[in-house]
C-alpha cells in the first residue's frame, strides 16, 4: 500500500533540489502535491518532470499575499492539508566581519520568517493528525566557519519545532525537522571547490548526499511510519554533527 495514499500535501521550495526530490518521492506513495517556488519557469520544468497529481504555484513565502493566494488556491482544489513540508529557504556563506546586513536579513527573512508564516497560515487547511516538516541544517548544531548567520536561521527552525509541538499537540499536528548534510543540490553546484572539500571532510560517511536520499528522510517523517514521532531533529548529515 502506498504510503501517502489520497493524502495532500504542500511542498515551499519545491522547484529544485531536496524539494522537487520529495514531490516526486510523495506523489510515487500516492499524494497530491503542491509544488511552491518563486521561479515560474523552474515551477513549470519541475511539474513536468513529476508528469501527474503535481499543482505548482508561483509564489515567494516571504509575501503575505502569496501565502495567502496559496493556500486560497489548496483550499479550492482539496479543501485540505495532509503534509506540509516547509522547505523554502537559501544558505550564504558570511565570515562575520564581512556580514552585509542586508543578505543578513534576506537570509532571516526566508529561512525564519518564512517558515514561521507558512505553517501560521496553513493552520486552517491542516488536518487534525497532520504532518508538519521543516528543514533545518546540520550548521544549526554546528560551529562551521563563516556560516553563523545561517546557522543561526536553522537553529531558529529547531526551536519552532519544540514549540509548535506542544502548541498543535492537542490537535495531534507532528512538528519535525529535517536537517541535512552537504546534498547534490545547485547551491552546493555552484560553490568553489574549496567549500565543497571542506564540507566533504565532515562527513564521516565520505560522500555528499542524494536529493533523494533527504526526499525519503522525509517520505518518513510525513508517512504514518513516523506517527509516534513529533519535536525532533532527523539528522541525514553522513554522522557530520553527531560525532
Same mark, same amino acid.
Given at each position: 500500500?502506498?504510503?501517502?495514499?489520497?493524502?495532500?500535501?504542500?511542498?515551499?521550495?519545491?522547484?529544485?533540489?531536496?524539494?522537487?526530490?520529495?514531490?516526486?518521492?510523495?506523489?510515487?506513495?500516492?499524494?497530491?502535491?503542491?509544488?511552491?517556488?518563486?521561479?515560474?519557469?523552474?515551477?513549470?520544468?519541475?511539474?513536468?518532470?513529476?508528469?501527474?497529481?503535481?499543482?505548482?504555484?508561483?509564489?515567494?513565502?516571504?509575501?503575505?499575499?502569496?501565502?495567502?493566494?496559496?493556500?486560497?488556491?489548496?483550499?479550492?482544489?482539496?479543501?485540505?492539508?495532509?503534509?506540509?513540508?516547509?522547505?523554502?529557504?537559501?544558505?550564504?556563506?558570511?565570515?562575520?566581519?564581512?556580514?552585509?546586513?542586508?543578505?543578513?536579513?534576506?537570509?532571516?527573512?526566508?529561512?525564519?520568517?518564512?517558515?514561521?508564516?507558512?505553517?501560521?497560515? +496553513?493552520?486552517?487547511? $491542516?488536518?487534525?493528525?497532520? *504532518?508538519?516538516?521543516? %528543514? !533545518?541544517?546540520?550548521?544549526?548544531?554546528? @560551529?562551521?566557519?563563516?556560516?553563523?548567520?545561517?546557522?543561526?536561521?536553522?537553529?531558529?527552525?529547531?526551536?519552532?519545532?519544540?514549540?509548535?509541538?506542544?502548541?498543535?499537540?492537542?490537535?495531534?499536528?507532528?512538528?519535525?525537522?529535517?536537517?541535512?548534510?552537504?546534498?547534490?543540490?545547485?547551491?552546493?553546484?555552484?560553490?568553489?571547490?574549496?567549500?565543497?572539500?571542506?564540507?566533504?571532510?565532515?562527513?564521516?560517511?565520505?560522500?555528499?548526499?542524494?536529493?533523494?536520499?533527504?526526499?525519503? +528522510?522525509?517520505?518518513? $517523517?510525513?508517512?504514518?511510519? *513516523?506517527?509516534?514521532? %513529533? !519535536?525532533?531533529?532527523?539528522?541525514?548529515? @553522513?554522522?557530520?554533527?553527531?560525532?
Amino acid at each position: 500500500m502506498s504510503k501517502l495514499s489520497s493524502k495532500v500535501a504542500v511542498i515551499t521550495g519545491g522547484a529544485t533540489g531536496i524539494g522537487l526530490a520529495a514531490a516526486k518521492r510523495f506523489v510515487d506513495e500516492g499524494a497530491h502535491v503542491f509544488i511552491v517556488g518563486r521561479r515560474e519557469s523552474e515551477l513549470n520544468h519541475a511539474a513536468g518532470l513529476i508528469g501527474k497529481n503535481v499543482t505548482p504555484i508561483q509564489g515567494d513565502v516571504t509575501r503575505a499575499e502569496d501565502l495567502e493566494r496559496l493556500y486560497r488556491s489548496v483550499k479550492e482544489a482539496k479543501g485540505h492539508i495532509d503534509v506540509l513540508f516547509a522547505n523554502a529557504g537559501r544558505a550564504g556563506r558570511m565570515p562575520l566581519e564581512d556580514t552585509a546586513p542586508d543578505l543578513f536579513d534576506e537570509i532571516f527573512d526566508l529561512n525564519v520568517r518564512g517558515v514561521y508564516f507558512t505553517v501560521q497560515k +496553513a493552520l486552517p487547511l $491542516l488536518r487534525d493528525g497532520a *504532518s508538519i516538516i521543516l %528543514t !533545518g541544517s546540520m550548521a544549526g548544531s554546528m @560551529g562551521l566557519p563563516g556560516m553563523g548567520a545561517y546557522g543561526a536561521s536553522k537553529a531558529a527552525v529547531r526551536s519552532f519545532a519544540r514549540t509548535w509541538t506542544l502548541e498543535l499537540k492537542e490537535r495531534r499536528i507532528r512538528t519535525n525537522v529535517l536537517s541535512p548534510g552537504p546534498v547534490s543540490t545547485p547551491p552546493l553546484s555552484g560553490a568553489p571547490p574549496e567549500v565543497v572539500a571542506y564540507l566533504l571532510s565532515l562527513v564521516p560517511m565520505g560522500r555528499i548526499a542524494s536529493p533523494e536520499e533527504m526526499a525519503s +528522510a522525509a517520505l518518513f $517523517l510525513a508517512s504514518e511510519e *513516523s506517527s509516534f514521532i %513529533t !519535536g525532533i531533529e532527523l539528522f541525514a548529515d @553522513g554522522g557530520a554533527a553527531q560525532v
